[in-house]
């Protein structure tokens, strides 16, 4: 079946510029995750929805960052005002449910703020 | 706050060796740990899920151990092949919240 999906592959944007990133989970999945890959900081979590309770977004490094998923499934990700230490690989996976179940990752989206 | 460390950060070894991946962390009250693949420019894929009751978990020539009293966990490739050349990351889930921490990776080339 259809794996994670995200778009775009690729964004390039200038600082300032508010961009946003879309995440289309397996279906079925009730849970959803995003993370950010930047060379620095490694693989970090930024934020996870579980069905309908309110999500955990102990890991959105400022408030120029939210996130919303519409029906239960598609997710996006917004940042606002981007700064060039925003650019990264922003990565989405999804899972069956909660802990303990196997989380499958989307191909991300590479973003660069210039 | 859960930390994870992997090492070696790089690794280099010829064909056909077999071959370890070591994975360390630090609060060992976890749900369960992965091991990913990650190709240069490409998502991860997901290699194996050991659930915090499990020992090992074993997929082909991949076997991943887990001892969570000592924090420790192995991922074990047998008779190495060029195509498994990739950046190998572990992660585990519980402590503090729900999101995976991920180790830095270990970056493996295989040689022909």
């Known amino acids: 079946g259809a794996g994670v999906s995200q778009s775009p592959s690729n964004k390039v944007t200038e600082k300032g510029k508010d961009v946003e990133l879309r995440c289309d989970p397996i279906?079925?999945?009730?849970?959803l995750y995003w993370y950010r890959q930047s060379l620095g900081q490694g693989l970090e979590f930024l934020i996870y929805?579980?069905?309908?309770?309110?999500?955990?977004k102990s890991g959105l490094p400022s408030d120029r960052f939210s996130a919303e998923r519409t029906g239960g499934s598609v997710s996006t990700l917004t940042i606002q005002r981007t700064q060039q230490e925003d650019s990264a690989v922003y990565l989405c996976?999804?899972?069956?449910?909660?802990?303990?179940?196997?989380?499958?990752f989307g191909p991300g989206t590479r973003l660069t703020v210039t | 706050k859960q930390e994870v460390t992997q090492i070696p950060a790089a690794l280099s070894v010829p064909e056909g060796e077999n071959l370890v991946l070591n994975c360390s962390f630090t609060d060992s009250a976890i749900y369960n740990l992965q091991w990913f693949r990650q190709d240069p420019g490409k998502g991860l894929t997901s290699l194996l899920l050991i659930q915090s009751s499990q020992r090992e978990q074993t997929s082909g020539r991949l076997n991943a151990s887990l001892d969570k009293s000592s924090g420790r966990s192995t991922l074990y490739i047998a008779a190495s092949q060029p195509g498994d050349s990739a950046t190998y990351l572990c992660a585990v889930t519980g402590g503090a919240g729900n999101m995976l921490t991920f180790g830095g990776g270990t970056r493996l080339m295989v040689k022909p």
């Open positions: 279906s079925g999945h009730t849970a």
């Open positions: 996976a999804s899972s069956w449910s909660g802990p303990p179940s196997e989380q499958y």
């Open positions: 929805f579980q069905g309908n309770s309110a999500p955990d």
